[in-house]
């Protein structure tokens, strides 16, 4: 293996970086057994240093029996699931490694770009049986058993990547000399940890297996019988790491069949409330608060983002806008920013609709509109007047504004120009001074609407904050609630009578009005004229 085949590979080990280190320093190594990501978060909090993926504990999950039953891919799954959970390194139960060196081999590639930190196999002929299961424990011969785990670090493409060789002679009753004796043939093999188990309820045998254990290779305890003895106790004698290896799951098998039961007793749950995880310990461990962060940063909610409606125009000759001009003002919309578009004007034929549009239910009216939309989005809603096409510039100039309400107005004709008759003209309070506008504040304001003094006209647009859009929905319903037929324009100066302050972004170009049959064939024309010019 070449330096920089380690480099590399180690860049994706940090589990087994962690889990060398931890066994570099003073005390023992403290691990315990998971079968999902959730326990593996919950040994974290605890403070364990690692996490078991333990076979006894997915098979269980699994309602089926420890021998081998569940594949090799299966139980990567879940140890691969427990390693992205968690930054504590896992080591994974993979029972005798799934078959010959061969098998063993693929297991050690897969599980070490999985993130394991180490795997430990057992010197059990395949399918093994559950250490603890009375009945069958064949023991793999040792030179059999040698070449798996040789097979093993050849395979491995980081340095750190550990292979724990777990034996099993003193489960079958081999006894404590056939356990050294394959204890040392598995260190000298390449083993960078022994697993000395055992099943009986006195930790003695382990400990005379410590004390008689002279090689420099780390050993591994599983206390799950002995449990009198402590981890330090281990530890002095001459373990390094010790295994809890099921006690998650046992525990969780005791508390859940007694709260179901108590559930079933009870016929309620207030009984068993106090004694149990609220939910928002639940979303903690799923990692909701971090979900939240990242939401906030690199996701704009849907209904956050400014949308657009285009709503009837005025009454008059019956003009009807052309797909070809609906398709051009989605596209400006587009272009300013704006990607969620309704439209609630005639249209032609369904297949000639703008694309990325909702068309709504056809309006009458710019009340009935307003009143269709959904009121429960959280950003600007641009109103856009189906007589009147407006460009991306003034659009995103218009969705950039900050008051709850803000219209487009016209100011190229200046105060006092004679206007069309369909026109609202405005008054705003920024003052011409040497031919240009300019505002008291960042942006200036309609003052009212009409006479002779007018200094501009709407430009068929305005956008609302979801305060603005509460106050305009208020107006359109009593439009709907008199009968009385509301334009845009209509709108606007019943939130002027109510009292709402209105900003205006003026403008001198960059809108269209679509009032009649010639309105709309100019525009047409002039459109599909800048279509072609791109």
């Known amino acids: 293996m070449s330096t920089a085949t380690i480099e590399t590979g180690q860049e994706i080990a940090p589990g087994a970086r962690r889990l060398r280190a931890l066994f570099e320093r003073p005390g023992p190594v403290r691990i315990v057994g998971a079968h999902n990501p959730l326990g593996a978060r919950l040994a974290e909090r605890a403070g364990f240093d690692g996490v078991w993926s ?27 699931s427990l390693a992205a959970a968690v930054d504590v390194p896992v080591v994974a139960d993979c029972d005798a490694g799934y078959g010959n060196a061969h098998n063993v081999m693929n297991m050690i590639r897969r599980y070490e770009a999985a993130g394991i930190a180490a795997v430990s196999i057992e010197d059990k002929r395949f399918p093994k049986v559950n250490s603890f299961i009375p009945g069958r424990q064949e023991l793999a011969p040792i030179g059999e058993f040698c070449g798996k785990l040789a097979a093993a670090k050849a395979a491995q493409r980081t340095a750190d990547f550990m292979v724990i060789a777990r034996i099993e002679a003193l489960i079958a009753g081999w006894g404590m000399d056939e356990a050294l004796r394959r204890g040392e043939a598995y260190a000298r093999a390449g083993a960078d940890a022994v697993l000395i188990h055992a099943k009986g309820d006195s930790p003695e045998p382990v400990l005379r297996f410590l004390e008689q254990w002279t090689l420099p290779t780390p050993v591994v305890v599983v206390p799950t019988t002995y449990h009198t003895i402590t981890a330090s106790e281990l530890a002095d ?5 010790v295994i809890y290896a099921n006690h998650g799951l046992r525990a969780g098998i005791t508390a859940v069949s007694g709260v179901f ?6 016929d309620r749950t207030t009984g068993i409330e106090h004694r149990i995880a609220p939910l928002s310990t639940v979303f903690d461990l799923q990692g909701m608060p971090v ?20 709503v009837p125009g005025a009454p008059g000759e019956a003009v009807e806008t052309p797909a070809a001009v609906l398709d051009q003002q989605t596209a400006a919309l587009r272009r300013g920013g704006i990607e969620s578009v309704a439209l609630a004007v005639a249209a032609d034929a369904p297949e000639h609709r703008p694309q990325d549009v909702t068309v709504l239910a056809e309006h009458t009216d710019a009340a009935g509109a307003v009143l269709a939309l959904p009121d ?19 659009l995103r100039q218009l969705a950039a504004a900050t008051g709850d309400i803000t219209v487009l107005v016209d100011v190229s004709a ?22 240009r506008r300019i505002a008291a504040g960042d942006l200036g304001e309609v003052v009212g609407i009409g006479g002779e003094d007018a200094d501009g006209e709407l430009a068929g647009a305005a956008v609302f904050s979801p305060q603005g859009w509460a106050a305009v929905r208020t107006v359109a319903e009593k ?44 525009a047409a024309e002039l459109l599909a004229g800048q279509e072609a010019g791109r």
């Open 54 to 80: 333990s076979g006894l504990e997915v098979s269980a999950s699994q309602g089926v029996p420890d021998t081998d039953i569940l594949t090799m891919s299966e139980l990567l799954g879940v140890a691969s």
């Open 237 to 241: 004698a001459g373990a390094k790491m």
């Open 261 to 266: 039961e108590e559930i079933l007793r009870d």
């Open 291 to 310: 979900q939240k962060r990242h939401e906030a940063e690199f996701i704009t909610p849907f209904e956050s983002r400014a949308r657009a409606v285009v």
């Open 376 to 394: 429960t989005a959280t950003g600007g809603t641009v109103v856009l007047s189906g007589d009147a096409f407006v460009a991306s510039g003034p």
């Open 414 to 435: 200046g105060a006092g120009a004679a206007r069309r008759a369909d026109a609202l003209p405005l008054r705003l309070n920024s003052v011409l001074r040497d031919g």
């Open 479 to 522: 439009h709907r609630a008199n009968g009385q037929p509301a334009t845009l324009a209509d709108l606007i100066a019943g939130l002027l009578d109510a009292g709402h302050r209105i900003g205006a972004v003026e403008i001198g170009s960059g809108w269209l009005e679509l009032r009649t049959a010639q309105d709309v064939r100019r």
